[in-house]
């Protein structure tokens, strides 16, 4: 009798071990998703080119539309210039409504980026339709290739060229097109940045 109860009391220890050991799997999981969902935002950053709307709650004569000039600053009405490039939307409107709040009492300021211009990228060389194109999604070097028409009859695909400023320097990074087809090696597949020339000869 008391050998079935020793029993029925570490069976008892099992499953609450058991239950224990999922509970605390559960919970680390609900944990670390708000970190997989962060993972993959990030600020949009302003730059030269970019067209913003500056709305100002009940501030009509203030609200407009603005450009941010090669200097890096946009104009407003009452404040004169402001420095915008670098900032995100967000952190550009509390620098606003700080700068508003010297003359208008508790101003609600909110920027919208209406017209992303500043992150381009160039392709040029022997390409069906070298030009300036615009980064609004990732792209890769081969996606940049196709959406430029791809390669001209003569083009030396394994002498590509992106031409990237870094610090004030251009740094050379090259693709051979013909080697990675042919090593199948999908991490060689270049990510394009803002700013990037793709030469190819």
């Given at each position: 009798?008391?050998?079935?109860?020793?029993?029925?009391?570490?069976?008892?220890?099992?499953?609450?071990?058991?239950?224990?050991?999922?509970?605390?799997?559960?919970?680390?999981?609900?944990?670390?998703?708000?970190?997989?969902?962060?993972?993959?935002?990030?600020?949009?950053?302003?730059?030269?080119?970019?067209?913003?709307?500056?709305?100002?709650?009940?501030?009509?004569?203030?609200?407009?539309?603005?450009?941010v000039r090669l200097d890096g600053k946009i104009s407003l009405p009452l404040i004169?210039?402001?420095?915008?490039?670098?900032?995100?939307?967000?952190?550009?409107?509390?620098?606003?409504?700080?700068?508003?709040?010297?003359?208008?009492?508790?101003?609600?300021?909110?920027?919208?980026?209406?017209?992303?211009?500043?992150?381009?990228?160039?392709?040029?060389?022997?390409?069906?339709?070298?030009?300036?194109?615009?980064?609004?999604?990732?792209?890769?070097?081969?996606?940049?290739?196709?959406?430029?028409?791809?390669?001209?009859?003569?083009?030396?695909?394994?002498?590509?060229?992106?031409?990237?400023?870094?610090?004030?320097?251009?740094?050379?990074?090259?693709?051979?097109?013909?080697?990675?087809l042919n090593d199948n090696d999908r991490a060689n597949n270049i990510s394009v940045m803002a700013g990037?020339?793709?030469?190819?000869?």
């Open positions: 009798m008391a050998g079935g109860k020793l029993l029925d009391w570490a069976i008892c220890l099992i499953i609450l071990s058991i239950v224990l050991v999922c509970a605390g799997e559960f919970s680390s999981c609900i944990a670390a998703e708000p970190k997989q969902k962060d993972a993959g935002l990030s600020e949009y950053v302003i730059g030269v080119g970019d067209v913003l709307e500056v709305s100002v709650w009940n501030e009509p004569e203030i609200s407009k539309s603005v450009f004169g210039d402001v420095f915008a490039r670098g900032a995100s939307p967000e952190a550009l409107a509390r620098q606003i409504s700080g700068a508003l709040s010297k003359l208008v009492s508790e101003p609600s300021v909110t920027v919208t980026l209406t017209d992303s211009r500043s992150k381009i990228y160039y392709v040029l060389g022997q390409i069906i339709k070298p030009g300036e194109y615009r980064l609004n999604t990732p792209v890769t070097i081969l996606q940049a290739i196709a959406r430029a028409g791809g390669f001209g009859e003569w083009a030396k695909k394994e002498k590509i060229m992106i031409v990237r400023r870094s610090h004030d320097q251009d740094q050379i990074i090259n693709f051979d097109y013909e080697k990675f990037d020339t793709i030469v190819v000869p």
